[in-house]
Nanobody
């Protein structure tokens, strides 16, 4: 089992940047595929980005492609989400998620472990 803790959220102006981090417990982080999801008020949780266990493969939702970058440091048990050119519509609670897999996963039901979420607020 793994525990996930997000950090790095906050308030930023439109066009600005934030980097989210997700720290995982345990000694088998490099066996987990990782993903970022988000949920805005009144909306369903949606996929943002995912990365495979080695970091060699990534996948992005169309609405963040070219602006967000997911990466991981297996030595630090951490996955990151660099968010640039933020828009008001990016404002949401962001969640990291993990599942034991060598593949990239993009669906909510494919993930077994979730962080508590962290707020990202983008002012216009």
């Amino acid at each position: 089992q793994v525990q996930l803790v997000e950090s790095g959220g906050g308030l930023v102006q439109a066009g600005g940047s934030l980097r989210l981090s997700c720290a995982a417990s345990g000694r088998t982080f490099n066996t987990y595929a990782m993903g970022w999801f988000r949920q805005a008020p009144g909306k369903e949780r949606e996929f943002v980005a995912a990365i495979n266990w080695s970091g060699s493969g990534t996948y992005y939702a169309d609405y963040v492609k070219g602006r967000f970058t997911i990466s991981r440091n297996n030595a630090k048990n951490t996955v990151y989400l660099q968010m640039n050119s933020l828009k008001p519509e990016d404002m949401a609670v962001y969640y990291c998620a993990a599942v034991v897999s060598s593949l990239i996963k993009t669906m909510i039901y494919e993930y077994d472990y979730w962080g508590q979420g962290i707020q990202v607020t983008v002012s216009s």
